[in-house]
């Protein structure tokens, strides 16, 4: 059987690395600060504030609210972003996504001050993800795959890595992210040619998978002695909660797997509050 790669133990553990640095950092008179703004109550949206609001409340990082009506404008809603980016007591913005359809997502996005940007959503986020810089920061879910990687002992370098899925929130990044500990690569998708897909599911070493439907990746694209981070959150035909990968088929032949719920979703607000101590300690 599998070993079960639990996100409560990386979270607890990245969480209690994260008190320490806060508490230093306000001994030097610095509040490390999250400003988050949120469109109306969508409820994902208000599901991950209460995640990120605990978060905060354990780590000792100091939340903002900035809450608009979903009909705001978009230059009132850009207007406001400046505002933030403006202001040196808030080292850190999420924001969450998808927005209204009358918002122009690609000029909010661009809006953004990088430096604050603590979810990957800007071009200066991405382009450090992409160049192996430390401008900006990457998406946090993207960040939790490697973190839950690191925590369990899974060495990159060397290993041949497939990244189902071809997102910028998850599949582009977490490959560069890869490729910069010196895994040799292979991204699929749902267009790669199902023979291939094959192929490079069952020759991986570790397989992250972020395809976005309910238990797609099954035995047949999968290898034995594997370690698969399964990032999907999918609800499969009796209501309950899954991952892309079909974990019943997966299981017995892994060596290590993450499950749904309890993998890597909960590890990713543990990622933000890093990413914010790390802007208010630049």
Known sequence: MAEILRGKAVADSLTEINRGKVEELKRAGITPTLGIIRLGENPSDLSYERGALKRAEQTGVEIRKYVYEADISQDKLIDEIEKINND???????????LPEHIDDKAVCAALAPEKDMDGITAGSMAGVFMGSD????????AACIEILDHYGVELQGRKVTVMGRSLVIGKPVAMMAMERNATVTICHSKTAIDDFKAAGRGADIVIAAIGKAKMIGAERLGHGQVIIDVGINTDEEGRL?????????EPEAAKITPVPGGV?????????KHVIEAAGK
């Open 135 to 142: 401008e900006g920061y990457p998406p946090c879910t993207a």
């Open 265 to 273: 979703g909960s590890v990713t607000t543990a990622v933000l509050m």
């Open 242 to 250: 899954c991952g892309d990968v079909n974990f019943e088929e997966a």
């Open 88 to 98: 040196d007591s808030i080292h850190g913005v999420l924001i969450f996504r998808p």
